[in-house]
Every structure is written in structure tokens, then in C-alpha cells.
């Protein structure tokens, strides 16, 4: 009764800070807001207590859901009908207007679920974790043909778990309280996303990412490092 108080206190507050990220989000001057769902394929990479790869652990597939707003470092479409000293200076310099214009970077709340499954010597493991965050990335969008567009960034996130469990054989073992599983989970990466606009305000998108935890190997003791991948489907609501 105790674990389930203490879960839906910490479900609670990360609701409380989503909501007021969001808002903060809504008010800013974000260029897009994007809303995208789709599936996490999630290795845990174990490492044991002599820093010797665990082979037994398989990829897992979990949900991925992911909701921000996407800014560009320069949005040259308004320059147009003014006659600021920005306008006028960029209006001079269009090599650096056009860089700039092409470069952009993002703030969005995650939640996902990172799974995987196993066995050694007839005794099956299987680990069911989930994980809300925020995540963020800095890069480049490149307009094609036909209203498509493609983005490439570099990512970064933090990850907290809220809710975990490992099975071993027919016993549950709750992973909130794990040493390696219950920190803030820091991953580095990359995202590629091809997008087509099909509305004035609407553009649609699939996008790849590819995360990983780069924890430091700890002789005399078992290393763990997420290593997620996703594929997801969404929109975008151009402000």
C-alpha cells in the first residue's frame, strides 16, 4: 500500500511540472508544436562485475509518446513586412539569414516504455519499466519538393523512472527502488525526420531516434546502459 501511495505521489508531481512546462511551451514563441506516438525497441546492455558484456538480455518493444515545441533561430518569414534593424540587417546579409534560417532546436515531454526480455539456463528474465522525461535536440531542417522537409538533430534527454518491474522465473521484484534503474536516466543521441506539410497550419512526420546512457563501467559491481531506439508517426501544428 505504501509502494502505491508513493507512485501516485511521484505520478502526480511529474504531472503537476508537465502541465506547467506545457504552459510555459503554449505562451512561448515557438514556431511549431508537434505530437507524435510510436514504439521504443529498447536494449539493456548489462556489463558484469569484470566489465564482460551479459549476452542474454533481447530487445523489448515498448510505447513512445512524445509532445513539444520546435523553435527556429531565425524566422525569416516575417522580416518581410517589417523595417526593424533586425530585418534590415539580415535583409543585408542573406548567406547568414539563410544559415541561420535552416537551423533550429526543440523542447518536448517524453514518456516511454523501455522493455527487454531473457533467459539463462532455463530461467526467464523479463523487465517492464516505465519512464517520463524531457528531451531536447539542435539541428538542421532542409526544405525539399512538394512541401517535404527533412530534420536531423543531435538529442539529449533525462529520463525518470516511474514505474518498473523485473520478473525472474514466477517472482516480481519492483525496479523504482533499483540502483540502476532509479536515477535520472541522461541519454545522448540523434533524431532524423522527414515531414510533409498538408495544410496551411499541418504537417505530418515520421522520425527514427536513436538514444543511449553512457554510464561508466563500475568493476566489482554489474554496469547497466539503456540503449533505445524509436520509430514514431505525428503532427505538427505550424503557429
Known sequence: MKTLVNLKNKLLILALIAMLIFSAMVSSRAQTYSLSIGSNFSQFNFLNSDGIPIDFMKRGSGTHFQIGADYRLLDTTKFSTQSTDQAIYFGQHKRLA??????????SMESN?????????NIDFNYQTNFVGLSSGFGFQIPLLAGFSITAQ?????????QGNQQIST?????????????IQVMLGYSVEVQKKIGEKLGAFVAF??????????????????????????IKILK
Open 98 to 107: 539563410s544559415l541561420l534560417s535552416v537551423l533550429k532546436f526543440d523542447i
Open 113 to 121: 516504455q523501455y522493455n527487454a526480455v531473457g533467459d539463462i539456463q
Open 154 to 162: 543531435g538529442r539529449i534527454s533525462g529520463q525518470k523512472i516511474v
Open 171 to 183: 517472482k516480481y521484484y519492483d525496479l523504482t527502488t533499483d540502483a540502476q534503474f532509479s536515477p
Open 209 to 234: 531516434q536513436q538514444m543511449r546512457t553512457n554510464h561508466p563501467v563500475n568493476l566489482g559491481s554489474t554496469t547497466l546502459n539503456f540503449q533505445p531506439s524509436s520509430i514514431s508517426f505525428g
